[in-house]
């Protein structure tokens, strides 16, 4: 074996490590490019208007990662956007409609659900603006939600799955979207391991639906109806919560507690029909043949559609 050889495959890509730190130095100077470049722009603003930006770190991630999945699509894999399902076909309304409407009922239904066994229970807070609240929320939760897609469902998802399989990538990358969460306010492990089975589902949804844009949709989604509906705080972040406030009664383990309901049971049962739902319609492929695809499928299904060769260059 060369040195070549240590760092190139037989395919002359490199090796999915080094695939792995290349995707990761090239995120890490989009983020310090993009951080100057609207940091700069944004304290312009400042001092013209006394108005800060909203969401500016979430715009800053969320570019940066796109960036740094375009660079390493480009120049490392020579292949399309289908590769991480951002290709055109992912885009279709049917599947993005499908992860706003399951990310939406996954937390809403066990939601509404501990309101009415009164586990949860709604208290008046603060006069405010309902949606100019949800209109903030939703400019600073959007990119949020797209930038945490690229990083754990992106490229070192298709990286891992290309390599060990849709399983292990699924499992791994869940897990450390899980562990990235220790560090917010008021982590504990039952929150954790539901963040960690919430990796699972936004995974579940882009295998499904072969599009990361659902898992996306899927994701804003679930943190939008927390924070703008509920006015409830998400992985353990507080938001606005103008006029009323939903305050967990019951035990912490089933509402979550100061975590939000995403850290209790009642997620795992939303979670759990959302992934019955998608691996299980009608319209979907048989049920068994999807959960091998899911757990055991080495190809790169989610770049294409079967028979459909993918373009590069």
């Known amino acids: 074996m060369t040195a070549r050889d240590l760092f190139v495959g037989a395919d002359g890509r490199p090796r999915w490590g080094w695939r792995l730190v290349i995707f990761a130095a090239a995120m890490v100077a989009a ?65 993005v409609g499908r992860g706003l409407v399951l990310g939406a009922l996954a937390i809403g239904v066990p939601t509404g659900l501990l309101l009415a066994t009164r586990w949860l229970r709604v208290d008046p807070s603060v006069e405010g603006s309902w949606a100019g609240a949800a209109w903030t929320l939703a400019v600073t939760l959007a990119p949020a939600a797209l930038w945490e897609e690229l990083m754990f469902r992106g490229y070192p998802f298709a990286v891992l799955r290309e390599r060990f399989g849709a399983g292990v990538a699924l499992g791994v990358t869940s897990l450390v979207f899980g562990l990235v969460h220790a560090q917010n306010p008021g982590a504990a492990p039952l929150p954790i391991l539901m963040v960690i089975v919430a990796g699972v589902f936004l995974g579940g949804v882009m ?11 899927a994701h804003f989604a679930w943190n939008w109806t927390m924070a703008a509906v509920f006015h409830m705080a998400v992985s353990g972040s507080g938001f606005p919560t103008p006029d009323y406030k939903v305050v967990e009664v019951g035990p912490d383990w089933l509402t979550g507690g100061a975590w939000g309901t995403e850290g209790g ?43 459909r060769e993918e373009p590069r260059g």
Do not use: N, Q
Request: proline share 2%; hydrophobic share 55%; charged share 15%.
């Open 31 to 95: 983020l310090l490019i993009f951080g100057g470049v609207l940091g700069a722009l944004a304290a312009v603003v400042f001092r013209l208007t006394a108005e800060r930006v909203l969401g500016l770190a979430e715009w800053v991630g969320m570019l940066s990662l796109l960036a740094a999945t375009g660079v390493v699509l480009r120049v490392v894999e020579k292949r399309g956007w289908g590769l991480v399902a951002m290709g055109r076909e992912a885009a279709r309304a049917g599947a």
């Open 207 to 217: 295998l499904a639906t072969r599009s990361l844009y659902a898992a996306w949709a």
């Open 265 to 307: 049971v009642g997620a795992l049962l939303g979670m759990s029909a959302g992934l019955l739902y998608l691996f299980a319609r009608p319209r979907s492929r048989a049920l068994g043949a999807r959960v091998h695809d899911v757990v055991g499928g080495s190809e790169d299904t989610l770049a294409r559609p079967a028979g």
